[in-house]
């Protein structure tokens, strides 16, 4: 697959999860989805993605850069988001907090078998006061 083919499947999958379709998810998640190298399948992966939104009201996932080459992507997500209880295991409780998320994602096709995610938490903690 192109790259830039490969950018386009992904920014979609973005837009799928921005805009909460979860019958869509499918389309772009394999079923046997693994994440920070933890087999977890397509339906933990939705789950997990509704737990955040469900948690997270105004979460919605920012591409600021983006790569890609025949079967991988790397992107750097921004978040400016209001958690309304624990996030990270920081109670931040209501206040608005921003950060990055550093994503590589391994595709066979078009569809994503492995994500690793890296959160920026010292960010959140800075933003809380966290020592």
């Known amino acids: 697959m192109t790259e830039r083919r490969l950018a386009e499947i992904y920014r979609r999958y973005i837009d799928c999860l921005n805009t909460q379709n979860w019958e869509e998810l499918g389309r772009y998640v394999d079923d046997t989805v693994s994440y920070n190298g933890q087999p977890i399948g397509l339906d933990a992966y939705r789950q997990a993605r509704q737990d955040e939104f469900r948690s997270i009201p105004d979460l919605y996932f920012n591409i600021h850069l983006l790569t890609a080459d025949e079967a ?60």
């Open 72 to 131: 991988m992507v790397a992107a750097r997500l921004i978040f400016d988001i209001t958690p309304q209880a624990e996030f990270l295991g920081l109670p931040v409780n209501g206040r608005r907090v921003s950060f990055a998320e550093n994503v590589f994602y391994t595709f066979a096709g078009d569809k994503i078998t492995d994500v690793w995610s890296i959160v920026d938490k010292a960010a959140v903690e800075a933003q809380l006061g966290v020592t």
